[in-house]
């Protein structure tokens, strides 16, 4: 079974960084894009950054500049620098993965991590 683990969430004031990862596993043979997303209280999961396997990046308006998504295909992680962090980036960040393929040729279309808290302090 194909799994999703975070980490590297935590608090930090404003004006500082983290930097989070996710790293896939289950027979993984390859998974078409990567990223992050992230929920508020009382707001919906929205996109933060994304990456393909060949390392195509989108990212959200509001991070733009700040954030940077990278990615690691030979250990099926994915990363997400966080610099000059806002109170309004504290959110619960979820790791996605979209296609993904196993060895033995299961096909997930996504699949979701637990999530990391990221507490942005004033």
């Known amino acids: 079974q194909v799994q999703l683990v975070e980490s590297g969430g935590g608090l930090v004031q404003a004006g500082g960084s983290l930097r989070l990862s996710c790293a896939a596993s289950g027979n993984i043979f390859s998974i078409n894009v990567m990223g992050w997303y992230r929920q508020a209280p009382g707001e919906q999961r929205e996109l933060v950054a994304a990456i393909t396997s060949g390392g195509g990046t989108t990212y959200a308006d509001s991070v733009k500049g700040r954030f940077t998504i990278s990615r690691d295909n030979a250990k099926n992680t994915v990363y997400l620098q966080m610099n000059s962090l806002k109170p309004e980036d504290t959110a619960v960040y979820y790791c996605?993965?979209?296609?993904?393929?196993?060895?033995?040729?299961?096909?997930?279309?996504?699949?979701w991590g637990q999530g990391t808290l990221v507490t942005v302090s004033p």
């Open positions: 996605n993965a979209d296609g993904v393929v196993t060895t033995y040729n299961d096909r997930y279309l996504e699949v």
